[in-house]
């Protein structure tokens, strides 16, 4: 009876209403609708445009604990440190090395612990040079056990010291993990900053295009000066003993706890893919100066819509007292406050999020071995579940193998009546238009999938997608090496609607554009791409998706009497997070509405993420190519 009313409804309502959004939609708890399906391609404030540094940040320039710049050569005194076994190491045990490298490290930041192996061959590489290594781990929260566990997944055969309460970091000036430091024979410092530039900010090159530390130990060797003394560290803020205010009337416990239970610790508790907790007072303290870098540059939490555009229930900006709360909390040294004033913690369902499937598929009985370097094309894997009647999903999940490669899990449904069907729509090299079918009718081959960003499929009652019988599924899986070899054994599990219960199919589709060249050092090149609406539709959710020169995207609604209307703009594009956006209540695009989508990118050399401005860039898989797709959730409206 509901379905038939929300039909009367939404068929009265769309000969008056252009592109209007429903509010007796939630009426129906519709609005209650996780359509991840919509976010291709977990997560947090720390990756990986993949699992890479998404909490870091591009350097200021070097300061120490009190803000003092860092300037000129200086000389550093002896130390003495213990490493994770209990042995005593100091400077001067390097007496006779011509050159020391001193590494800032933490065990948790995600571009410390891709630059971990880099650092174990470059020691391997220079130690007959006479250059010595030693890594100093100085964040309070990483223990002894994690730099052990830290030293051993790196290979790493130098001295990793432990340095309590920052003491030999604020002798460095050292700000960031990782940060290197290069003493000469007199323990001067001759060079200060990143190791080289392969992985930014929640991206990575395919190599190097520098080599700070190496041309600076390589000069030095040469007995000739550094060419680039100083460059800027990149990531994430080393956690420093705090200096609290015990008078502030902002602490965790009264407010911050809060901020982070309503806003954060989905994503940073033990099991998910952020690369640390805020569950606790020790870890958020740890994280103070991090977590208000992010807040103030917006990176967190991940947000790229315009606000002036369409409203959202997935929308999860901080408003601007809490970002003002978080501010004064850290400028007041992260105090505690009493923990009577704590919230109560917020439950969570261990494993899955979407419940116990009903079913769970590997991508392969053994697993996937990722190499340490270098560009993995997308790997695909066949599935067949040996379905005999038709399937209807209710929820379904992908759960990566291996956190720190993988950078998004697809999952497609091949129907057995087209075997010569592609396995991914994203390949096909055909105009968006020419895929329509004769009405608008057609099956939806993507089923779900997970990336940065990204939530799992968990439709209400009533709602699903289809699964024809005698169907497989193609996994696509897109590996990022990290620096070391690792092996991979994702899988989707679904929970199956019941039986009758499904009275409308929810589908995936695209506006895609593969026929582009983007031109060498273009910074706004613009491309286009269209689907029209051949029956009344309720739009639910909008995905846009481009790599690496993605600069921003629009989704805009031409409707039949020629007005129109932007749906959602992008203005800045990040391929960190690749984020749905979901409508608060679904949007009706009557029958003839064009769903346009603009794409710009900058392959200039301003854009830091782009591999090669030099290159004119067309369609590809590879992060280092491009696409244009407007993903966009939709179901049918009568």
């Avoid at 929640?202 to 600076?216: E, F, H």
Wanted: aromatic share 10%; glycine share 6%; with cysteine.
């Amino acid at each position: 009876m509901a379905m038939k009313w929300l039909n009367r409804e939404l068929t009265s309502k769309i000969a008056a209403t252009r592109g209007s959004a429903f509010k007796t939609w939630a009426e129906f708890r519709i609005s209650c609708v996780l359509l991840a399906a919509a976010s291709l391609v977990a997560a947090p404030l720390g990756a990986g445009r993949s699992s890479t540094a998404r909490g870091a940040e591009p350097a200021s320039p070097p300061t120490s604990a009190s803000g003092a710049v860092a300037t000129g050569p200086r000389r550093i005194d002896s130390f003495t440190l213990r490493d994770f076994r209990g042995a005593n190491f100091s400077l001067a045990d390097w007496k006779d090395k011509k050159l020391v490298v001193v590494a800032f490290l933490g065990t948790e930041c995600p571009l410390a612990k891709s630059y971990g192996p880099k650092l174990a061959r470059l020691a391997a590489d220079y130690g007959s040079k006479g250059v010595a290594f030693v890594a100093i781990f100085s964040n309070q929260q990483d223990p002894l056990a994690a730099i052990a566990q830290y030293a051993k997944l790196s290979e790493i055969k130098f001295p990793c010291l432990k340095d309590p309460g920052n003491t030999v970091a604020d002798q460095f000036h050292a700000t960031r993990t990782p940060e290197v430091f290069v003493l000469d024979a007199q323990r001067t410092v001759q060079y200060q900053g990143r190791i080289d530039d392969e992985f930014l900010v929640g991206s990575k090159r395919s190599k190097p295009t520098v080599r700070d530390l190496a041309t600076a130990l390589d000069e030095l060797l040469a007995d000739q000066p550094v060419s680039i003394p100083t460059t800027q560290a990149v990531g994430c803020f080393i956690g420093r003993v705090n200096k609290p205010d015990e008078n502030s009337p902002i602490t965790y416990s009264k407010q911050i706890a809060r901020i982070f239970k309503n806003s954060c610790v989905d994503c940073h508790r033990p099991g998910e893919a952020a690369p640390f907790v805020l569950t606790n007072y020790a870890d958020a303290a740890a994280w103070s100066e991090t977590i208000a870098e992010v807040v103030r540059n917006e990176r967190m939490p991940p947000w790229n819509a315009d606000p002036q555009y369409g409203k959202f229930r997935n929308d999860c900006r901080l408003s601007s007292s809490d970002k003002e709360t978080i501010f004064a909390w850290v400028k007041a040294g992260a105090p505690e406050g009493n923990a009577k004033d704590l919230p109560e913690p917020k439950k969570y369902t261990e494993g899955w999020r979407i419940g116990k499937p009903d079913a769970v598929y590997y991508i392969a009985d053994k697993p996937v071995q990722v190499p340490a370097t270098g560009d993995v094309k997308y790997q695909y894997f066949v599935v067949d579940p040996g379905f005999k009647e038709d399937k209807w999903v209710q929820a379904a999940e992908c759960k990566p193998g291996c956190n720190e490669v993988v950078h998004h899990i697809l999952v497609y449904v091949k129907p057995p009546e087209d075997p010569n069907a592609a396995p991914n729509p994203l390949l096909l090299r055909h105009p968006a238009a020419a895929l329509q079918k004769a009405g608008g009718d057609f099956p939806s081959d993507w089923l779900v999938a997970t990336a940065p960003g990204a939530r799992p499929l968990l439709l209400p009652i009533g709602l699903g997608k289809k699964i024809p019988a005698g169907s497989k599924f193609v996994f696509q899986l897109h590996y990022t090496p990290n620096g070391k070899p690792q092996q991979d054994r994702s899988c989707f599990g679904i929970r199956f609607a019941e039986s009758g219960s499904v009275k409308k199919e929810v589908m995936t589709w695209h506006a895609t554009q593969t026929r582009f060249l983007i031109p060498p050092g273009d910074g706004n090149y613009k491309v286009e791409s269209e689907y029209t609406f051949k029956k009344n539709t309720l739009l639910l959710a909008m995905f846009p998706h481009m790599h690496l020169r993605g600069k921003a995207f629009e989704y805009e609604a031409i409707y039949p009497d020629g007005k129109t209307e932007i749906l959602l703009k992008v203005p800045h594009f990040d391929f960190n997070w690749q984020l749905s956006y979901e409508y608060a209540w679904p949007k009706v695009m009557p029958a003839g509405t064009k769903l346009h989508c603009t794409a710009w990118y900058d392959n200039s050399d301003k854009n830091p993420f782009n591999p090669n401005p030099a290159a004119a860039v067309k369609w590809g898989d590879q992060t280092y190519e491009e696409m244009m797709i407007g993903y966009f959730v939709m179901m049918p409206a009568e």
